[in-house]
């Protein structure tokens, strides 16, 4: 039972695949891969489950309206392996994407990254600043080698979405079809965002589905079309892909995330993992009043929960029975 794995010069499908395997057991994991940018591996078949994937999704004719996109759009797939990417561009600068989720969200939607830019001047000083990049901007220079960073013993800060500027006061009516409406209320309290839900079409002002009741197109969904109601489609009915797209509506931005709602999202996500086949994920450390929170979100879904280590060290192992 490693506390920490390093893998160096990921290149292959397999060791893609093994590097998530172990991600998902809970062990510290650090990779490197050869990639110009962020984006370059993204669009690299072989390794880009390393940063999330991507997919293609079909919007609805008001959605691409409202995004001014195409009505087929790349999204990101699943969650990263590795939530830490460092650009290495030379030996001594770094470029560091806190948030590999996030950059990958905004390199997908065109919206400016924010990276960590670390560098060392000729007196040995360390500098340390935030740099905008425009995304699909070749703007780093040189040839970069990624490294990764899976952190399971916690101390990063998650960003999530919170509300910045002006906001409409108006709550947004929401017509949910198919997706879990306690999940939908949970992640506008997690998000501060005033919405709610709404037993007929008629007093929506947006449907919000998932992909595989989009594709068989019932009723509901078709009418709302011809009424020009905005359709959104979820890929997961997971409150992190809620908060996602209630970000998108009411047009937030990445802030540091409040400790609770940041780890019922991470225990959240562990447990679809489970659902979907893992046979056990490890949480990061929490207090013990986190960490019954996450125990009951487990039971909820008819999983087994323990809590390992000592204090402050002691974290959650979510598996089936």
Request: aromatic fraction near 4%; proline fraction near 6%; charge should be neutral.
């Amino acid at each position: 039972m490693p506390e920490v794995i390093i893998i160096d010069e990921i290149g292959r499908e397999l060791e893609a695949v093994a590097a998530r395997t172990i991600a998902e057991r809970g062990v510290q994991l650090i990779g490197t891969a050869h990639g110009n940018t962020l984006e370059n591996l993204l669009m690299n078949p072989t390794l880009s489950d390393l940063v999330g994937g991507i997919e293609s999704v079909t919007l609805s004719d008001e959605e691409a309206r409202r995004r001014r996109t195409q009505k087929t759009v790349l999204e990101r797939r699943t969650s990263p392996t590795f939530d830490v990417l460092i650009e290495i561009k030379d030996r001594n600068r770094l470029v560091i994407h806190h948030d590999v989720a996030a950059a990958v969200d905004a390199l997908l939607r065109g919206r400016t990254l924010t990276p960590e830019v670390r560098y060392r001047d000729e007196n040995g000083e360390v500098h340390v600043e935030m740099v905008q990049v425009p995304a699909g901007s070749d703007g780093w220079a040189g040839a970069t080698a990624p490294t990764f960073s899976r952190q399971r013993q916690g101390g990063n800060v998650t960003a999530m979405a919170t509300p910045v500027g002006s906001r409409s006061s108006n709550t947004l009516h929401i017509y949910p079809y198919g997706v879990g409406q306690n999940r939908l209320r949970q992640a506008a309290r997690n998000l501060g965002v005033p919405v709610e839900l709404v037993d007929e079409l008629r007093a929506a002002d947006a449907v919000l589905t998932l992909k595989n009741y989009f594709r068989k197109r019932p009723r509901p969904i078709t009418e709302a079309e011809r009424r020009g109601v905005p359709v959104y489609v979820l890929r997961s009915n997971t409150v992190t892909q809620m908060e996602s797209m209630l970000a998108d509506i009411f047009a937030l931005s990445p802030q540091e995330e409040d400790p609770v709602a940041a780890a019922l999202a991470e225990a959240e996500e562990a447990i679809q993992k489970v659902l979907s086949g893992a046979p056990v994920v490890e949480l990061r450390p929490a207090s013990p009043e986190i960490r019954k929170l996450q125990h009951e979100l487990a039971r909820s879904y008819n999983l087994i929960s323990h809590s390992y280590g000592r204090e402050p060290r002691r974290r959650v192992r979510i598996y089936r029975e």
